[in-house]
């Protein structure tokens, strides 16, 4: 079957740097993505990797490794504001997206 | 990034009545359209794709007799739940594709249905 793993919550201090893991099996594989979801309102995109390796968009990194099944997403000088879910969802070889069930992400001051 | 209008963003209804919400893709053709529904502190569930011109399909657990799915054309999508009921009250997204293979989802505001 096809499955996404990730923590179910995280905590981290503001002005630091967290890293949320996210392990899939799919069925084929078109890339991964990345969403951020504050409580209440729609998930927002964050990254998308279809190629080996780490791509870098201001304070936030997402990589991919295809051969582990593995990606992750790396948020530096954290902020309150970072505090939401981040869901990782993978593209299976249907070009259907499978969600993970969401990192909780808590920032402490 | 494409821009996906959903309407209303909150309503309250009275059980047993029905409700519509839409979901329109504003600056490009979504071929596909995805309706999730979401309970507090959950993941998304996805409850039915639809293409255009197409019926929905829709996932296993998943009334289609109760959550009416319309995708009449490449801007719109309409979910209606009818003769709702308390436990129907749930956070309601739609998502949006139809640029390429990349399949990537472009979500709606989401609606917040509350039944009384």
């Known amino acids: 079957g096809q499955n996404i793993d990730q923590p179910t919550e995280m905590t981290a201090t503001e002005g630091a740097i967290v890293q949320i893991n996210c392990t899939y099996q799919t069925s084929g594989f078109n890339g991964l993505f990345w969403y951020q979801q504050h409580a209440g309102e729609a998930p927002t995109f964050l990254s998308y990797?279809?190629l080996d390796g780490l791509e870098e968009k201001g304070r936030f990194s997402s990589f991919l490794s295809r051969s582990k099944g593995y990606s992750y997403l790396l948020l530096k000088e954290l902020q309150m504001k970072d505090s939401a879910s981040y869901l990782c969802?993978?593209?299976?070889?249907?070009?259907?997206?499978?969600w993970g069930a969401g990192t909780k992400l808590i920032i402490k001051p | 990034g494409a821009v996906v209008s959903q309407h209303p963003s909150r309503v309250i209804c009275k059980s047993g009545t029905s409700v519509k919400i839409e979901c329109r893709s504003l600056?490009?053709?979504?071929?596909?359209m995805f309706w999730y529904r979401q309970f507090p502190k959950q993941s998304l569930m996805l409850m039915a794709t639809s293409n255009e011109g197409s019926k929905a399909t829709y996932e296993q657990g998943v009334e289609k007799d109760k959550f009416l799915i319309n995708h009449a054309s490449l801007t719109l999508s309409t979910l209606t739940v009818t003769s709702a009921h308390p436990e129907d009250s749930s956070f309601y997204i739609c998502?949006?594709?139809?640029?390429?293979?990349?399949?990537?989802?472009?979500f709606g505001q989401g609606t917040r249905l509350t039944v009384v």
């Open positions: 969802a993978a593209v299976d070889s249907n070009y259907q997206l499978i």
């Open positions: 990797n279809v």
């Open positions: 600056d490009f053709q979504a071929t596909t």
């Open positions: 998502s949006a594709s139809g640029q390429g293979d990349r399949a990537e989802a472009f």
